[in-house]
């Protein structure tokens, strides 16, 4: 039976190897949709991070040639700053986010970190400085602590469960019968997409990269869990570089700065007040957007009195 039991235990080792290689691959692609052409320069060296400036000087990009998707794009997101991006659907917030994570190059102008343009250091060192909360977390299919312990494959049990704390998902796990070793995932449990967002944050906080990119989710999610999951948000952006492409304006009230874009191009730029005074784009979609907020307040409120 022994003898039986080795190779047995052997394929099983194969087949979970070869599972999770795939999931990965998986999880990979659908993350990094990195297009073939983006390679090293010959002996490129890794990027050097000392404060984490990061500068967009005169950036254009395009998809395909015959339809601009960026333009005349500039601006500075000072050491330790948070800066929003805030504008329609389609207007290129997120191609700004792939540009600074180095999904694809700028057609011109460039884009840089401490001075250093990102197309003459290594993708490597550049991904490994930023950590990306995207809209949609693709997890593996594997425990909750495999899926954190992803941020900094090393990080101990007892700094897993602190990283879940701080993105306010520990209570959630401490509630499921196996913890930290449930099974998330196709085969597993199913999470929602505010809970999803909260192991991503787990992740990054872990991998405590100097710089962030926070691609807010889409989906309506309720007030409460929209509430966790920006405390969660505040924790892992303080005192890190940080650009947030917001589709609640609520989310960046705070911010250093906010780009307003339309159509590829900054078309307004200032504070949250400084905005509202000068009653553009960005007052019109802060009013619609109070107006919605205050008529789902208002439904609620009714359906509660029935
Ligand atoms: P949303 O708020 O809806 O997420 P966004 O402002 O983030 O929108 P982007 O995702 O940056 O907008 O898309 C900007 C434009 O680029 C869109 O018109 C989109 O169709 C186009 N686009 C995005 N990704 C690609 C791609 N891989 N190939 C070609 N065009 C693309």
Not at 22 to 27: K, P, S, T, V, Y
Not at 204 to 215: H, R, S
Request: net charge negative; glycine share 8%.
């Amino acid at each position: 039976l022994i003898q039986l039991a080795i190779p047995l235990n052997f394929i099983g080792f194969l087949y979970r190897e070869i599972r999770q290689g795939l999931a990965d691959i998986e999880a990979m692609f659908t993350l990094l949709a990195v297009p073939a052409e983006i390679t090293d320069k010959p002996g490129a060296p890794d990027l050097a991070v000392k404060t984490g400036v990061i500068r967009f000087e005169d950036v254009a990009f395009h998809y395909d040639h015959d339809r601009p998707i960026l333009r005349g794009i500039s601006f500075e997101v000072p050491a330790g700053a948070t800066v929003a991006i805030v504008g329609p659907s389609g207007a290129g917030k997120s191609t700004i986010s792939r540009l600074l994570f180095r999904f694809y190059d700028a057609t011109s102008g460039r884009v840089t970190i401490d001075g250093q343009d990102l197309r003459d250091v290594t993708q490597a060192s550049v991904r490994a400085a930023i950590g990306m909360v995207p809209q949609d977390t693709v997890l593996f299919n594997e425990t909750i602590a495999y899926n954190i312990r992803y941020g900094r494959p090393d990080a101990s049990d007892e700094e897993v469960r602190e990283a879940a704390r701080m993105a306010q998902i520990g209570d959630f796990i401490a509630s499921l019968p196996k913890g930290f070793d449930t099974e998330v995932g196709e085969r597993g449990l199913k999470l929602s997409g505010g809970e999803k967002q909260r192991v991503a944050i787990a992740r990054t906080i872990l991998k405590a990269p100097p710089i962030l990119i926070l691609d807010e989710a889409t989906s309506a999610l309720d007030t409460h869990t929209e509430r966790e999951i920006q405390s969660a948000l505040d924790q892992v952006s303080r005192n890190r570089t940080t650009l947030v492409i917001a589709h609640r304006l609520s989310t960046v009230v705070n911010a250093r700065i906010i780009l307003v874009l339309e159509k590829g191009r900054i078309v307004e730029r200032g504070t949250h007040a400084e905005l509202l005074a000068m009653d553009g784009l960005y007052a019109s979609m802060w009013a619609r957007q109070q107006e919605a907020s205050e008529a789902e307040e208002r439904l609620r409120a009714a359906t509660a009195d029935e």
